[in-house]
DNA sequence: GATGAATGAGTGTTCATTCAT
DNA sequence: CATGAATGAACACTCATTCAT
């Protein structure tokens, strides 16, 4: 889920509201600012209501009621249930690029960036717990979503970590499987110390493994 | 899901039919031989079928049908849907230490037992690729399996870290981060290299990770 | 279920179909005009169903069968199969009271009423035969319904012969034990010659009744 | 349920434990002694299930496990759920009959005997008090013998009270009317201060009962 | 006679989706 | 746009009964 260097958001991602809004790509584009309200309301309930319940669990009576709409109402905005969950992920995996990103960007050199990056991803899954719940699910009930998401997040990571070999930052024969490894870590030390507990802090995870990233668990 | 060195089989583990039946832990034993062989069919059963269309468009009667038995004799064996998806998580993550564990042990040292370890756990997930959607789902079905599942794989692993640490065969410092970083590389390397797609060996997999775990990636 | 003298009918009780409606206060509440009409079909069609076929051979899909509208409407209007049945207990017990009480309370003393009560319940009971199958199986499928029923009758059986003693009109001594022992005659007559045959008229029945509460059975 | 003065035991019924199994006429004769200890096990179980949950939620298992026998032993004994139901009702029935016809019949006239009716079959009932939930629940489950059971016992309440008729003992003109009466006021009184409530002894409703019987509530 | 595994018909309940108002 | 009543497909689970051992 984390997002690297160089990195650049587009205009929609550093706004507040409307950003999700037009994530919504599954949604139906409402004409008036009315509309823009409800279709919102629905996404943040949708985000509440999967989080607490599981996909399977939720209900769009669920849903409306926590948005304070009319049950009929959900599908002016979204075609299904199935749609609303696409919007979400999609929503979801845009919050953490856009939290991460900036603070990747800023890192001195990529072997830093990416202890950033590990760093503030845990923090910020602390804060959104519901995370987890929401984007590991598509696994199950969109899978095309799931794929794309982690497909798209090990391409970047293998990106970067070319031109950091390119620029002599890292060894030079890094590749897509590095990129996989590194994205594998970070989900399960943000499942583990982002969301189960908090007993060690993001900074000490971050610096253990910025560690064993760098130059291993041989013994020097 | 990838199991370490040291680790020593009990008895029950090495054995091939009977032992899937008494890991179902969830089941009712079944009092006769012909009972055996019917609990054995169902549970066979159950995992094509919640691998094939996940835990919720899985059905009883898919799994009966698969079985061959009768929708009621489900209920002879296990109380609840849930209650043989939780048989058969622990039954599939006993598979997985089982098949795993002696590979691992007999290793000349971790580095190379790490390496091992993850070559034969891609090679696992290649022949039984349900086991993601198994096992995973089980963070939504049955959070306690889920949990339990990953919580006793990383403590697995960061004992055999420690203990190779007192030998000198990894880093003095190597801890729980380490092994769940260990664990989540493992995890969606498998997912990527032993369920999406074969388009890169295993072995070659296990070389490259073997190579960063070893010496990580900073540039030499 | 008979009713006494002197009760006041609330306003509630003497409307026809809202009556009945409000009387399922088990159900859930219809915002609009053709959600009462479904409820009160519903309604309607369950005492059908539970009277002809029982609370158990009973089904939903046959009470809207019969109602005339979709399976799904039914949880609309009630939340299960034992909500329908207390509202329907409670509906039957008032529209017996309700048609009682008003030819109770026109009775010039006591034994008239009680003579009156029978009279009337029994002609009630010969136009629904469906009465006893509901509200005896109480006993059985909702027990708090059956008891209420019978307690609170009972109540008013023995306030209205106390009130009666200090008028002078029956016996100082009556208490509960008499309210009991009438309202048993009373369910029993009206079975045997309400429901299980019509040998014998509801005149005669209470006449006859109405002397042996009067004055007894010993010989003069 | 109460019986009445003159009645005759027939020598099946005042015999122990052979009785119930010999009422048992829906069941089938077991040939040897163990079969008769086996089937009166089933048939107390029965008793004990029954009561306690009811007809239908009552089930062969329920009662083959109470009895400490096999699921399959059941159907040794019985045809059917309904058979051993029917084969219960009449044991019970015959039960409640053997217990009080004695005491009727001591009685010197027959307002005693209606007294003394009244009076030991609350104080059976209260050793009993599955009786209720046995017996009444026949009016659903096999309204054959629930009919039986009362045509029959008020039958018997007419025949007495007729034969009392030309002795003297009560009014000339009673009737299938009073029998009714009175047999719908002992089961009321039964439930209420036999099965629900000991608050009032039994000899006190007997004697209240007694005395409404002999000379009515009218004021003197 | 006794055992208990196997059978399968039957039904209450949920809920995504549609549509008349 | 908003509303909420109406729809009906889908499924887990129960249990009386049968029968091979």
Same mark, same amino acid.
């Given at each position: ?6 990195? %650049? ?18 949604? #139906? ?5 009315? &509309? ?6 629905? @996404? ?36 299904? #249930?199935?749609?609303?969950?696409? !919007?979400? +992920? ?5 919050? +953490? %690029? ?17 202890? !950033? ?9 602390? &804060?959104?717990?519901? @995370? ?8 199950? +009930? ?16 293998? #990106? ?7 620029? &002599?930052? +890292? %060894? ?16 399960? @030390? ?13 900074? !000490? ?16």
């Amino acid at each position: 889920m984390p997002v690297e260097r160089g990195e %650049r958001a587009t205009p929609a991602q550093v706004q507040g509201h409307d950003r999700a809004v037009s994530a919504a790509g599954e949604g #139906k584009a409402p004409r008036t600012e009315r &509309g823009r309200r409800t279709m919102r309301a629905i @996404l943040d309930a949708a985000a509440l209501e999967f989080g607490e319940r599981g996909f399977h669990e939720a209900s769009i009576s669920g849903i409306t009621r926590r948005a304070g709409v009319a049950l009929g109402s959900f599908y002016t905005y979204f075609d299904s #249930k199935d749609a609303v969950f696409r !919007a979400l +992920v999609r929503d979801m995996s845009d919050q +953490v %690029r856009d939290h991460v990103a900036p603070l990747i960007r800023a890192a001195p050199d990529q072997l830093a960036a990416e202890r !950033a990056g590990l760093l503030h991803f845990i923090e910020f899954v602390r &804060g959104h717990k519901e @995370l987890y719940r929401i984007i590991d699910e598509a696994e199950f +009930v969109d899978p095309e979503s799931f794929r794309l998401h982690y497909a798209t997040t090990a391409e970047r990571i293998a #990106k970067r970590l070319q031109a950091a070999a390119t620029r &002599g930052e +890292v %060894r030079g024969d890094v590749s897509e499987v590095h990129a996989w490894a590194i994205m594998g870590m970070n989900v399960f @030390l943000g499942l583990r110390y982002g969301v189960w507990s908090e007993d060690v802090s993001p900074e !000490a995870v971050a610096e253990t493994i910025g560690d064993m990233l760098a130059t291993g668990i041989a013994p020097r």
